[in-house]
């Protein structure tokens, strides 16, 4: 069964990915490329400029996802190790897909030799997923109560009400994890598992880290795209959130189609090219670039750990050596 099990979440990105790209190929076939060339060309050094700051401000929230799982679990690292393994984890986890598992494996073993338990690696990744999860929930809330029609880009004749009551509902939740977190109440049992409020000063650290990096990441799409049609911030914000969760939902890496799907439904008012084209520099800094860094970084680390290993071997070996030496010369006295 678990031989079986292993091919699943293989098959699932690939299937999606397949069906994505047949969805975007849909979209994209009147467009051609050297249109989206000329919209990439056409985006001025300042909004690369404010891309590149807001592709730093998101990545920096995901390292503070990690130092707000260590400091639940009561463990200090300093933050160059932590910002390194974190980025390090979501760069490969959000190319590669499955992000919770891809990114578990990259933190045991990044973790597990600086001394974290397999159990508290769990602990940390399950808060870090939760502290994404709160920060979507919670700037979801506020698109939808704010800008309710927004679901009228992806739904079309949504009722206007039902969306603000939904962001409401999404507000309430948030508020209702923070209460607990305040007055301590008893952990949230499903069957043996049982789910435990932080303390206030780490919900409240929550509460800013996770919308920090969604902001910073929406804004990296933001400042590519043109001021012509481009209909702000919030609404560019809003359909972010819906086309990553699709994204991550689908298990897809890096949300192959999915963004582009979504977006593209979205922004009807805007010119498709140029909408593929602020996409296309979102990979660039989002996905991309940092990859190529995390594989630089993950070669280093793997290197230095063969040959500390080998060193410690030979170290033995020479131990050894000395020893069965010393007993030899016991013998002949």
Known sequence: ??????????????????????????????????????????????????????????????????????????????????????????????????????????????????????????????????TFG???????????????????????????????????????????YVLGSWREFKPLKIGNFAIYYPRLNITLRQLFAAPLELLGAAGIIYFALPEAGNPGYFVVLGVFLASFSAALISHAPGGLGVLEFVFLKAMPDMDPADVLAALLVFRLFYLLIPLAFSIVVVVLFERSRIARTLKERVTAKVGTGKAGASRSGDGAS
């Open 134 to 176: 709160l920060g979507s929930v919670l700037l979801g809330g506020l698109v939808l109560v704010g800008e309710p029609e927004i679901v009228n880009r992806l739904v079309e004749d949504a009722p206007i009400w039902l969306s603000r009551l939904a962001g409401i509902a999404m507000l309430a939740f948030v508020a209702l």
């Open 1 to 130: 069964m678990k031989k079986k099990l292993e091919y699943v979440w293989p098959v699932i990105g690939l299937a999606a990915v397949v069906f994505s790209v047949w969805l975007l190929y849909r979209e994209l076939k009147d467009i051609s490329a050297s249109e989206v060339l000329d919209s990439i060309a056409a985006i001025q050094p300042k909004q690369w400029l404010l891309a590149g700051l807001s592709t730093i401000i998101a990545y920096g929230a995901l390292a503070w996802y990690d130092r707000i799982a260590l400091l639940h679990l009561g463990k200090k690292l300093s933050w160059a190790v932590i910002s390194l393994v974190s980025f390090t984890t979501y760069a490969l986890s959000h190319n590669i897909g499955a992000s919770v598992l891809s990114g578990a494996m990259v933190r045991l073993r990044a973790y597990g030799t600086m001394g974290l338990s397999l159990a508290e690696v769990g602990v940390l990744v399950a808060l870090c997923s939760f």
